[in-house]
């Protein structure tokens, strides 16, 4: 299930480098009997307009955080666009960029469980926005007992395993772990991660052709998942919390 999440995210995001992607979601609806799909335009028409090195790395800071955004959404479109011919972007400093974002994101996490402290970390994992932003109790335990087992190093590949790789930085704040090799894992870690990523954007950049055919169910299935992932964050912040 979740591979085939991560494909379908992988894939649809190309959509939103394909100039004239919009278009195509206009005219799929049109055909399909359904009002163009105006928020869609906006949204396509922001990222072509504003996918740079500050935009990669304001989301990737987001990625890295608390907040639920994939980087699968991020990185691979801005290296597929980035093959385009009269870009102005480098896959090498997406990468950087990206890396720096990451960095970022994971210094929100490390100071603010350093001085909130573990009651507070743990009291806000139960609570309903914790829910809302994908985080539980389970989630920040798992990612405390796996910075226990390995250590300092668990930083560095931590950024590597899902669901550890956002939450990583928490136990790291919580142990008081050193700045300075904290930075380094992290920022190595999120590099080999978003090396990785930059790969599936060249990767798919050869199968062009494909992806043009089938932007607009693409975009299509974009939009669907969307609304069914912000549909699973708010019910699994409303839903029942069970009582030990």
């Known amino acids: 299930m979740k591979k085939s999440v991560f494909l379908l995210f992988l894939l649809a995001t190309f959509v ?3 100039p004239g992607a919009e278009v195509a979601a206009q005219d799929s609806s049109a055909v399909q009997g359904v009002p163009p799909a105006g928020i869609y ?3 396509i028409d922001w990222y072509n307009d504003n996918l740079n090195y500050g935009t990669i790395t304001l989301l990737m800071a987001v990625e890295s955080s608390f907040i639920p955004f994939p980087s699968e959404l991020v990185v691979p479109p801005a290296a597929y666009k980035a093959l385009q011919p009269g870009t102005n972007l480098s ?3 997406i990468v950087l960029f990206a890396s720096m974002g990451a ?3 994971a210094f929100i996490n490390y ?3 350093k001085f909130l402290g573990r009651p507070i970390v743990y009291k806000f994992a139960d609570s309903r926005l914790g829910h809302f932003l994908l985080i539980d109790t389970q989630k920040v335990e798992k990612a405390e007992n796996y910075f226990r087992d390995h250590g300092a ?3 560095f590949v931590g950024r590597l395993i899902t669901v550890i790789r956002q939450l ?3 136990p790291a704040g919580l142990s008081n772990m050193k700045l300075l090799p904290f930075t380094l894992y992290t920022f190595l870690g999120a590099t080999i991660w978003n090396c990785v990523l930059a790969v599936l954007g060249y990767l798919a950049h050869g199968q062009k052709d494909i992806i043009e055919k089938y932007n607009s169910e693409l975009a299509i299935a974009l939009l669907a998942f969307g609304a069914l992932f912000i549909g699973y964050m708010v019910w699994n912040a409303v ?3 069970k009582k030990s």
């Open 91 to 93: 896959i090498i400093l």
């Open 103 to 105: 960095l970022i994101g």
């Open 153 to 155: 190093i668990s930083t």
């Open 41 to 43: 335009t906006q949204i």
């Open 168 to 170: 990583i930085s928490i």
């Open 16 to 18: 939103l480098a394909q």
């Open 111 to 113: 100071f603010l469980a």
């Open 239 to 241: 839903k029942p919390t």
